[in-house]
């Protein structure tokens, strides 16, 4: 635990001016990122005597370990900095809405010639028309099979488009009028893109202009008894109005609103957003997020904001933005908006009538979201703080392990050995900072050697980062830290960490515990691998896959925690998600050197002739036997493709005989040696004392 006054700065030296500021900790990590007005006056608040802060504040100013600040010329542009560098380094005591990437679209493809209707989900897209978000994707089907009637625009794949105008003949959806079939060319490019905008105009709420005149047509159509095509319009009408029931008028006079509620704790918020468009509700999303920091009603409302519309730009922002608490100060938040948009933007709190009752609406939304997160995650937050704390106690740690890192090693038979790296903070994977290792030290099958050398390698990288980014005096780290960069890294390397930049990055930071997949010798490995660096502040501990065992370094025996704890529960998720992405690996690795032979090495013999040849011979055995004559009689194989194919063969060494490993049998068949015989899927082994030896590890 840091004293702040340790890193306060120097009185004078912020300036009283707008601007954003970072506080890191210790490894250089930005930890915490905010805004003011006045830079003075706000960092004054964080150093004050302890007691009267914010328990969360208070965490927060004792881990971080230094603070800097970048001077801006406005407010607004505090405003967008500190959204860019809250995206940018993730800092873990902001407030943090989740993702709302995964919500399905409704998107029409203007940016093609032949506009498409899709549901689309991700960032968004240039030149491509978006309504929404929908809570469900089949909502979207719904309302698109409903208005295909009337706008029978495109709704196929590129690939299903393109097969169509090959063939001359459409899809489906073409035979029964509900895609105007541009494939086969029954509408001109032109005349589709004026179906597709139509379709756009009655998506945004303009609804009225086509019942009118599809209204008009019916009356024109019954008058001149042409009444199959009055009775096909009655249809379309019908489908359009069906449609509009879906979203009912909320509001009059055809307005554009978000409307924005909050439900709150001392813990936790939930967000809840209605968009509405034309006067209808077209869509409704929401987060939750821990309180990591003091914050107002108003500011978790200004950070709803950034998130929204953060990244959005025209139309996307609407006219009026109407929530439960306005942003202190407001100002610079509604210019930011407008600045967003291109015209004015009205940010308020609405007072009575529609949309007073609206927010209530929204509110009720809100509420019932936390209360159904609550539900649903309160006893994992309670199970993860009690499986770290069991996990402490039963390896006898002075604090719970809040980074945790999991190393696995896996192979085919000593062949492709690899082995994989998971790290887990707070209970939770965090995959960005995964990594994978390939075995260059020696060859052949030796899952302890293999882990002290995984071991080292990822220490020495944290022991040099240590000593670039000056963390330690000279001396310090022994002799391990100079030029310790690793070969055989699947990532880039580690050039990226600087002074300025507090982005997590690779292997910069420490784990409070190591854990390998295996038992005492795996274990002694790793710890020895640590010693041997000087690292002693580092946990080590093994899980067995037999017995569920935990070994800890130089014991004799292991410690067993209860089958019902969720410390080893805990435990055995980390082991197995290590396991899997290192089967993974091993496995990609596997298949890229059993898809190499003599084959690839004849030029101009792509895949389809390789098929052919393995196809008439039917294994690389018989084809290797063959002669020229023999490889001619292949379909588009000559007899110089022929001649390079057999030299190709000769110049490759001869197989190995293939042997059967349960009973020491040569088999004399027509698979290729070298392959694997087995499924994909097949049981491997999880390392340890019971490795199960000659297969996949």
């Known amino acids: 635990m840091a004293d702040p006054s340790s890193y306060r700065p120097k009185p004078g030296e912020i300036p009283d001016s707008p601007g954003v500021y970072r506080f890191r900790d210790e490894h250089r990590r930005v930890i915490y990122v905010g805004k003011a007005k006045s830079l003075r006056q706000r960092l004054a608040n964080y150093f004050q005597d ?21 001077v801006v010329s406005t ?142 047509q019916m009356a024109q159509a019954a008058e001149d008894m042409e009444y199959e095509r009055a009775a096909r319009l009655r249809d379309d009408i019908g489908a359009l109005k069906k449609a509009m029931e879906k979203n009912a008028v909320v509001l009059a006079d055809a307005t554009d609103a978000d409307l924005i509620a909050v439900a709150e704790d001392e813990l936790e918020a939930a967000v809840q957003i209605f968009h509405v468009r034309g006067g209808r509700v077209r869509g409704q999303r929401g987060w939750v997020t821990d309180k990591v920091e003091e914050i107002t009603t108003g500011a978790l409302v200004e950070h709803a904001l950034q998130q929204l519309y953060g990244e959005e730009t025209g139309d996307a922002v609407p006219r009026e933005v109407l929530v ?169 390397p580690e050039n990226t960490l600087t002074d300025d930049d507090g982005r997590p990055k690779r292997f910069a930071y420490p784990p409070q515990l190591v854990v390998v997949d295996g038992g005492a010798p795996q274990v002694a490995a790793a710890r020895r691998a640590l010693d041997e660096l000087g690292i002693d502040d580092i946990a080590v501990c093994g899980l067995a896959k037999r017995l569920e065992e935990v070994w800890l370094p130089g014991d004799d025996d292991p410690v067993v925690l209860p089958r019902t704890s969720e410390g080893l529960y805990l435990l055995q998720r980390v082991r197995d998600e290590a396991h899997r992405f290192a089967i993974t690996y ?24 390789k098929r052919a040849l393995i196809k008439h011979f039917g294994s690389v055995k018989r084809l290797r036997s063959a002669t020229i004559e023999q490889i001619c009689e292949v379909p588009g ?31 004399d068949d027509e698979e290729e040696p070298g392959q694997a015989t087995g499924s994909p899927g097949e049981p491997v082994s999880a390392g340890g004392p019971d490795d199960r030896r000659g297969q996949e590890r």
């Not at 302890?50 to 970048?70: D, I, N, Q």
């Not at 004026?194 to 599809?214: I, K, Q, S």
Request: hydrophobic share 35%; charged share 30%.
């Open 50 to 70: 302890l007691a009267g802060l914010h328990p969360r504040t208070r965490s927060m100013v004792t881990t971080a370990a230094s603070v800097e600040w970048t």
């Open 75 to 216: 407010e607004v542009e505090a405003l967008q900095l500190e959204y860019s560098w809250i995206k940018e380094y993730d800092p873990r005591f902001n407030v943090k809405y989740r993702d709302d990437k995964s919500y399905p679209y409704l998107a029409v493809t203007m940016n093609e010639e032949f506009p498409r209707v899709q549901v689309m989900r991700g960032h968004k897209k240039k030149g491509v028309r978006y309504f929404g978000p929908y809570a469900h994707a089949w909502a979207i089907r719904d309302t698109v099979d409903l208005l295909l009637r009337v706008f029978p625009v495109r709704t196929c794949s590129t690939g299903v488009f393109k097969n169509a105008a090959r063939t001359g003949r459409p899809c489906l959806l073409g035979y029964i009028d509900k895609c105007s079939a541009p494939c086969v060319d029954r509408v001109s490019a032109e005349d589709h893109r004026e179906l597709a905008e139509e379709f756009c105009d009655f998506m945004a709420g303009r609804t009225g202009t086509y019942l009118r005149r599809l209204e008009q």
């Open 324 to 492: 439960p608490a306005l942003p202190d100060p407001v100002e610079p938040v509604q210019q930011w908006l407008t600045g967003r948009r291109g015209a004015n933007v009205s940010l308020r709190v609405p007072q009575r009538g529609d949309k007073k009752a609206l927010m209530e609406t929204v509110q009720r939304n809100a509420q019932q979201a936390l209360v159904l997160h609550k539900t649903k995650r309160a006893s994992d937050l309670t199970t993860r703080s009690r499986a770290l704390e069991e996990i402490a106690d039963a390896l006898g740690l002075d604090s719970a392990p809040l980074r945790i890192e999991c190393y696995d090693v896996s192979h085919l038979q000593g062949d492709d050995v690899v082995a994989s790296m998971v790290v887990f903070e707070d209970g939770l994977a965090r995959k960005s900072e995964y990594r994978r290792f390939q075995i260059k030290s020696f060859a052949g099958q030796d899952d302890v050697r293999s882990m002290h050398e995984v071991i080292t390698r990822r220490f020495r990288r944290y022991l040099a980062e240590k000593e670039r980014t000056g963390e330690w005096t000279d001396g310090e780290a022994g002799e391990s830290a100079p030029g310790l960069a690793p070969d055989g890294l699947t990532e880039p």
């Open 586 to 609: 091993q496995r990609t690795r596997r298949a890229k050197r059993f898809r190499a032979g003599p084959l690839d090495e004849v030029p101009g013999l792509g895949e389809t002739r």
């Open 637 to 667: 194989i000559g007899r110089k493709t022929a001649e390079v194919i057999v030299a190709a063969f000769a110049r490759a060494e001869p197989p190995a005989p293939a042997v059967n490993t349960a009973t020491g049998e040569i088999m």
